[in-house]
């Protein structure tokens, strides 16, 4: 059963000061001050590579405080990918008493003493602290290549957690908008730490980037789960775009795709995508051919807590997942799904109303031919809803181990954000966009693609194919917002969407409850903090006849 609440407990472990604060600011309780950190580095540097590694791995692993350990809901970095699809308009799960993710579906997730958001915020903010804490650990004057490759790599972790959170707490169109806290070895007052700008925010976003694409030349990453020059490139654009720096976002994604390109690094073609399942290959194996860069989830991190991985919640073919075993399945907004041609093989990405999908022809269920249908009772498996996702896939099917991996970048993303760009008023350069947008689908996605079909204006024509494109993959809410654009959840009434009673709302696209709150905890704790107060969480069915120009 799900469990909102977090039980408020006055003990430092379960502070966000204690969340952010860092280990050598005073050689206290047996830490280490950074120069003694330096000089353990520097007589043994296995443990400087041991600490990096580490942050690799919290990525994806639970948050580590008391109350939350064991909740199939948190699972890091990947949660907060789950949690801005279940947030946007086209990802939902069935509102029911095995959902843990209903607070993102009926917008809860606001409420400044839940798991959810507390969990959200403590992630990124612990590596965060991480990554200042190891950086604390060289010198200003580092000359080994090795440890360079890690302090790039590291300052790439800290932008990209930076990123995962301040589009939660403020338009990242306002620019001078209060944000998110910044945290810096210099912040002597945890205490009275207020809320950065977001221009600020990404100034350090930028800055870290700048530094990773500059150090990770040459760099020749040992795995996918490493951040190599490629991935550095893509962040940096990734963060451009937000700031609506179109040249800066064109020039990194296409540097990125020229990388990439040279290391073998391409989009799937539509017969890859056709046997993925079959193959093993359906979003699941970090040395997938489109991956760029992502997260390494091993059977012994999954054992941790089976259920809080994304195979347990995203994936419908796992037989130790939470979803499978209750009906929680992830699914597609019917309003998104029905804009999709028959001819694009993304269609089958999910099953349609009647449980088909040509992706799952010829799979068997420890033996049972029909995949979608089956249900051994309901202890490992029911049978999917309509328009429940295959596009992630497990190997083997019905897997009880539960360590498939998860995308944290692909090259595909790399194209569409070209494609933004040249569109934007800065490059305007609709046709050149027009140009790359059509190659890419009807290369790899529908040979029958035109880039006018719809009839959609180009702008609203990419974010199509962003939405159907990087659909579970943690762009939703953060995309909508990024453009300015309303949240459409259904049309009218509630036969337009299969989405729940609950969660079947439209709002704004200025709409202040689409931000974040800051955490109780931090607000008892940071006393220069000024929390979010605008709008009011939304009620079923309210504003029917916003339209977002892609569904419409």
Not at 124 to 139: A, C, E, K, R, W
Not at 226 to 231: D, S
Not at 295 to 315: E, G, Q, V
Not at 448 to 475: H, T
């Amino acid at each position: 059963m799900k469990l909102y609440r977090l039980i408020p407990v006055l003990a430092a472990a379960l502070s966000v000061a204690a969340c952010t604060d860092f280990d050598d600011i005073q050689p206290a309780g047996g830490t280490l001050l950074a120069s003694q950190v330096q000089e353990t580095n520097a007589v043994q540097p296995s443990r400087a590579s041991a600490s990096f590694n580490g942050m690799l791995t919290n990525i994806g692993k639970p948050l580590q405080i008391s109350f939350s350990s064991n909740r199939p809901d948190n699972f890091g970095f990947l949660m907060m990918l789950f949690c801005n699809d279940l947030e946007g308009a086209d990802a939902l799960i069935a509102d029911s008493n095995y959902n843990w993710f209903s607070v993102c579906g009926e917008y809860t997730s606001r409420n400044a003493n839940y798991a959810n958001p507390y969990v959200r915020y403590c992630s990124p903010y612990n590596m965060i602290s991480d990554v200042n804490t190891f950086l604390g650990g060289f010198d200003d004057n580092v000359d080994d290549a090795d440890s360079r490759y890690m302090i790039a790599q590291a300052r790439a972790i800290r932008a990209y957690s930076y990123l995962l959170i301040a589009p939660g707490f403020q338009f990242v169109s306002n620019k001078e908008g209060l944000c998110i806290p910044l945290l810096s070895p210099e912040i002597e007052d945890f205490t009275h730490n207020p809320r950065a700008t977001v221009q600020e925010v990404y100034d350090v976003i930028l800055s870290d980037l700048d530094y990773a694409v500059e150090n990770l030349d040459g760099y020749a990453r040992p795995t996918k789960a490493n951040i190599n020059k490629a991935v550095a490139l893509g962040l940096r654009a990734r963060a451009h775009l937000d700031m609506k720096e179109y040249q800066e976002a064109y020039d990194d994604a296409s540097a990125a795709i020229e990388l990439a390109t040279a290391a073998g690094i391409r989009p799937k073609t539509i017969s890859e995508l056709q046997t993925a399942l079959e193959d093993g290959t359906a979003f699941e194996n970090i040395n997938e051919v489109d991956w760029l860069w992502g997260y390494d989830m091993t059977a012994d991190i999954a054992k941790i807590f089976a259920n809080a991985t994304t195979s347990s919640w995203l994936r419908s073919f796992s037989a130790n997942g939470y979803a499978p075993a209750t009906q929680s399945y992830t699914c597609i907004n019917k309003l998104l799904y029905d804009k999709i041609p028959a001819t694009d093989i993304r269609k089958q990405w999910w099953v349609d109303e009647n449980l088909k999908s040509s992706l799952i022809n010829g799979l068997t269920w420890n033996g049972h031919p029909d995949v979608a249908n089956y249900s051994d009772g309901g202890d490992t498996k029911l049978p999917f809803l309509p328009y429940t996702n295959v596009k992630f896939g497990c190997n083997p099917i019905a897997t009880i181990d539960n360590d498939e991996d998860t995308p944290l970048m692909r090259i595909d993303e790399m194209y569409l954000i070209q494609a933004e760009c040249l569109n934007s008023p800065e490059l305007n350069k609709a046709g050149e966009a027009a140009q790359v947008l059509e190659n890419y689908v009807k290369t790899y996605r529908d040979p029958a693609y035109s880039v006018s079909g719809r009839g959609l204006s180009l702008a609203d024509e990419i974010w199509f194919q962003r939405r159907v494109e990087l659909w579970g993959e943690g762009f939703g809410v953060f995309d909508t917002k990024r453009l300015g654009k309303p949240l459409v959840r259904f049309h009218d009434d509630e036969f337009s969407s299969n989405i729940s009673a609950a969660f079947r709302f439209n709002m704004e696209a200025n709409d202040g409850w689409l931000l974040l709150r800051f955490p109780e905890d931090e607000l008892n704790t940071n006393f220069s903090i000024i929390d979010n107060n605008d709008g009011s969480q939304p009620k079923t069915d309210q504003n029917p006849l916003l339209r977002d120009g892609v569904t419409d």
